[in-house]
């Protein structure tokens, strides 16, 4: 690390360790500095080829790593005064059976509710103080739509998207008459997958750091459309999960006693019979999975394929990372406490897709949900009752809240999506990424063998996740290498076939 920059990161008080750099998010209303990695020179060389691993495993890198060996970046569970390149200590602090609540028969409902309301109000007021004209990402969820109340008090001035990335979870109609009847305005955006992609590839030249969220490419799309109509501000409303808690229901416990690390033979995930249908496909591909790992939202590689992918035997040492989180996995008292778990280290890839698309097109960005007071409140403060209902009804309060404004209404009982289209993205982008793979041999030697054996099989929706994980992941690499991806894009790639 040259002399300049070591100064520039101590004057921005970033922990320096040697040559490595550290880079913690903040709470809910602030922006993530990444300004320590905007003059950095990519170089192929400083990969962390683990972190490659954990990518194509499960969709994010490990905490506190980053793609690059000598950045960290952390973001809950993690204290900024310690070395994360050399000692890293992870803590979960909301370990529900820690947490004195008081019974439901000793609490006020409507104070309760008022309470919420207002540190919700308070928590959308100053994480978005600085943004002139804030844009809320509406999926039609509980949490948007508790979120939207209280924009609507807070800042009357926000507007609403809503994101319609296909026809299995179609919220738009519901989030349009919320926000209208609110008063704020409403915009729907249709995935085009093409688009979203252009949109992507465009921002990764200037994208800090690297993840794979299955909702990166949403992002991404959106993002640029907030931009686009003079937005310079974007409102999340993810983030409450791991203290509201997050519960089990039979699907989930069903593919956590499935996920049993075994290693199938290629022939038999490859047949006819298998990679045509969805359902044989994600079974055989949670068989071969870690029961914590399957956890993590999506289908992605086995751990054979990346080892395959990356020509190398890598994915041990992926897993390997797990073991800093061990502990408090252990300590999780039940299978809803260690998904509590899961979501936190995930934040990563949930929280990160945000702040490095909304870094590169120099959106600010704000999750209130992470507001530290709506935190501690709501854990400590709100019974259980209200927290997780019976037979696993989810997030009481926060449908109480709404009922206070809305009678029930679809969103309430099915969740709100921003799905992506995955399966039309490999029909429109398939030349395009395969002319990456076979540009970025030397990082990821087994992709084109993967792409080109897969080719006719990519409407199965298991098998175009993983397409997507290398769509994302290819271009940013390349674009550590020596020729831009807009140079490569435009030499390689004409339009869909």
């Known amino acids: 690390m040259n002399a300049s920059l070591l100064q520039g990161l101590r004057t921005r008080g ?30 192929a060389a400083a990969l962390d080829q683990v972190s ?5 495993r499960n969709a994010f890198v490990y905490p506190p790593h980053s793609i690059y060996r000598d950045v960290k970046f952390a973001i809950s569970g993690f204290e900024e005064n310690q070395d994360l390149h050399r000692a890293p200590r992870f803590h979960f602090s909301y370990q529900s059976s820690r947490a004195p609540r008081p019974r439901l028969d000793a609490v006020d409902g409507t104070l309760l509710l008022k309470t919420y309301h207002e540190l919700l109000c308070g928590a959308v007021s100053r994480s ?34 809503t ?63 907030i931009a686009a109509n003079g937005g310079d501000g974007v409102l999340d409303a993810l983030g409450s999960d791991h203290y509201f808690g997050m519960p089990m229901h039979w699907r989930q416990r069903l593919k956590a006693l499935l996920a049993l690390r075994l290693r199938l033979p290629r022939g038999l995930l490859e047949s006819r019979l298998i990679s045509q249908n969805f359902r044989l496909s994600y079974l055989l591909g949670t068989l071969q999975m870690d029961a914590f790992e399957r956890s993590f ?18 994915a041990d040492r992926s897993r390997q990372r797990l073991m800093l989180f061990q502990a408090d996995i252990e300590a999780a008292s039940s299978m809803e406490a ?31 949900y992470r507001d530290e007071r709506l935190c501690e409140w709501t854990f400590h403060e709100v019974p259980d009752a209200l927290l997780i209902g019976p037979r696993g009804v989810n997030k009481v309060l926060v449908r109480q809240h709404i009922a206070q404004h809305f009678q029930q209404l679809p969103y309430v009982r099915t969740k709100g999506s921003f799905r992506f289209d995955l399966c039309g993205l490999a029909r429109q982008r398939f030349d395009q ?36 994980l290398l769509a994302i992941t290819l271009p940013w690499l390349l674009n550590c290498m020596e020729k831009p991806v807009s140079q490569r894009t435009s030499r390689n790639y ?4």
């Open 14 to 43: 970033l922990p320096v360790h040697g040559d490595g750099v550290q880079i913690f998010a903040p709470t809910c209303g602030a922006s993530v500095d990444f300004s320590p990695l905007q003059n950095r020179v990519r170089d």
């Open 338 to 368: 260690r998904r509590r778990v899961a979501a936190t280290i995930v934040e990563s890839a949930s929280f990160g897709k945000g702040m490095f698309t909304t870094s590169a097109l120099s959106l600010l960005l704000a999750y209130p």
């Open 128 to 161: 978005c103080a600085g943004m002139r004209s804030p844009w809320l990402m509406q999926s039609g969820g509980k949490d948007s739509t508790s979120m939207a109340i209280a924009a609507a008090e807070a800042r009357p001035d926000v507007a609403c998207i």
């Open 297 to 314: 939202p999506g289908s992605r590689f086995s751990d054979v394929e990346v080892d395959a992918l990356l020509g190398c035997p890598i």
């Open 52 to 56: 490659i691993a954990d990518l194509l």
């Open 163 to 225: 994101y319609l990335g296909g026809h299995e979870e179609n919220e738009v109609d519901s989030a349009r008459f919320v926000a209208r009847q609110l008063g704020l305005r409403h915009e729907a955006l249709v995935c085009d997958p093409g688009r979203a992609y252009e949109r992507y590839l465009a921002m990764v030249p200037r994208m800090p750091l690297l993840t794979a969220d299955f909702a990166m490419l949403s992002y991404a799309d959106l993002a640029t459309e």
């Open 494 to 497: 004409e339009g869909p076939p």
């Open 433 to 468: 990424v395969h002319a990456f793979a076979v540009q970025a041999q030397s990082l990821l030697p087994g992709a084109v063998d993967w792409l080109e054996s897969h080719r006719s099989r990519l409407d199965n929706k298991y098998l175009a996740s993983k397409f997507y």
